[in-house]
């Protein structure tokens, strides 16, 4: 292996954490590169380098230091959907993310998460109410009375208290002025577990 400037190695080390701090992932070599003002070459064979002497952990697409993987462990950036599932009638919404937030694992736990920004007064019985961020386990199983985000049927998409009812699923809104929505077939794609809100 040639001699590697440390200097430059400082310099991308330095960038790669800057840059995982402000955007929440790690940059492409690219970026590495025209921030640093080398050749993309040159970027991915010191980051191989790095990776080798344990400066920083290099699969050829990911980069990680020990202060991002502390603040992993401890942190994790997650999305928030804008009215991708509403608390109102079935709909279909093409989810997008408008941000993304860090959650402390401390309080979350570790599963893989997303977060829905409700809309709708299906649920306010549940004490979710419109605008509420609402953070979902990604799961595709969930057990009767669990609060899910699900597809039913060919309907689309919704926020609901789950019930089983023979052969068919109950999507029960938590609000007495709204009826519940009985599907044949349903594709569970989370579980809600927490509630953010202002108070």
Do not use: W
């Not at 190695?9 to 940059?27: L, N, Q, T, V, W």
């Not at 928030?80 to 599932?85: E, K, L, R």
């Not at 998460?113 to 199983?141: C, Q």
Request: with cysteine; hydrophobic share 35%.
């Amino acid at each position: 292996m040639r001699h590697k400037d440390p200097e430059l190695m400082r310099k991308i080390h330095d960038y790669a954490e800057e840059y995982y701090f402000s955007k929440g992932y790690s940059p492409a070599t690219s970026e590495i590169a025209a921030a640093i003002g080398i050749s993309r070459t040159t970027a991915y064979n010191y980051l191989v380098a790095m990776d080798k002497i344990d400066m920083i952990d290099y699969d050829g697409k990911l980069i990680s230091t020990e202060k991002m993987r502390k603040s992993s462990e401890i942190n994790r950036s997650v999305g928030i959907y804008d009215a991708a599932i509403p608390c109102g009638e079935l709909e279909t919404i093409e989810a997008a993310v408008s941000e993304y937030v860090d959650l402390p694992a401390s309080i979350f736990g570790n599963g893989e998460l997303y977060i829905l920004r409700t809309r709708g007064e299906s649920m306010i019985g549940a004490g979710i109410e419109p605008g509420d961020l609402v953070v979902i386990e990604k799961k595709e199983t969930a057990s009767e009375g669990d609060i899910v985000v699900a597809l039913g049927d060919n309907t689309g998409n919704s926020l609901k208290r789950l019930i089983k009812k023979g052969s068919k699923y109950i999507l029960h809104p938590e609000n007495k002025d709204m009826e519940d929505i009985t599907v044949n077939h349903l594709e569970i794609q989370g579980v809600a577990r927490f509630v953010i809100k202002r108070i």
